[in-house]
């Protein structure tokens, strides 16, 4: 499974759009990007998912590059309840299917 | 519906005792995950499952063990406790590869 980068903290301001990086240069061409977050203590809540397309939900867009050695989590307008651990795994495809293995992950802070 | 349901909630156990985390989960999912996460960090993989009868080793499985005799169910054991255990556990399922669902966790002391 490819191994991920994140930057350990961002701050947005509510209300703006927050955007995470995530690179996993080591990810393989059947394996998907997926993002979760993790508010305070509880498990961990799926955000988004793509494999090379851009993805967009009710919660979030998902932007992977061309090259696929790294994505962007858009949140279009963060709110205080945003603010969370967000989590971008790569994997879960090719020889690695079915292992979902997550890294240290970003704490986004929303503040007022 | 359900979803995914770990129990107990909260346990504390004594050194060298062994106990069984349950996960249940009434989405028919293929896959189902074991995850640990000490206090400040990340979540560490168990063990993981594809579907029934087949398990597989995640990242830290030592001192762990897994079975999947039925779809809905995947009972995490813990063997001869030690205080490095002291963790929360969540259980995960989901559709071959798609968005997984965690359960609300495990709060494991062991003194």
């Known amino acids: 499974d490819a191994k991920t980068t994140q930057p350990t903290s961002m701050d947005c301001a509510e209300g703006r759009a927050a955007n995470l990086p995530c690179n996993h240069s080591?990810?393989?061409?059947?394996?998907?990007v997926y993002w979760y977050r993790q508010i305070h203590s509880q498990g961990p809540q799926y955000i988004i998912h793509g494999l090379k397309n851009n993805e967009t939900n009710e919660m979030a867009s998902l932007i992977i590059t061309e090259d696929r050695k790294s994505s962007t989590l858009i949140l279009p307008h963060a709110t205080l309840r945003d603010t969370a651990v967000y989590y971008c795994?790569?994997?879960?495809?090719?020889?690695?299917?079915?292992?979902?293995?997550f890294g240290q992950g970003t704490i986004l802070t929303v503040h007022p | 519906n359900a979803g995914v349901t770990q129990t107990p909630k909260f346990r504390i156990l004594k050194i060298g005792q062994s106990m069984t985390l349950q996960c249940t989960q009434d989405m028919n999912h293929n896959y189902m995950y074991w995850y640990r996460q000490d206090p400040g960090m990340g979540l560490k993989l168990i063990y993981y499952?594809?579907?029934?009868?087949?398990?597989d080793k995640g990242e830290v499985p030592n001192g762990y063990n897994v079975s999947r005799s039925t779809t809905e169910d995947f009972p995490l054991r813990l063997e001869l406790a030690a205080p490095s255990q002291t963790s929360v556990y969540f259980c995960a399922s989901s559709y071959l590869a798609s968005e997984a669902f965690f359960g609300q966790g495990t709060r494991l002391t062991v003194v």
């Open positions: 795994i790569g994997g879960a495809g090719g020889t690695s299917y079915g292992k979902l293995t």
């Open positions: 499952s594809v579907g029934a009868g087949i398990t």
């Open positions: 080591t990810i393989s061409g059947n394996e998907y």
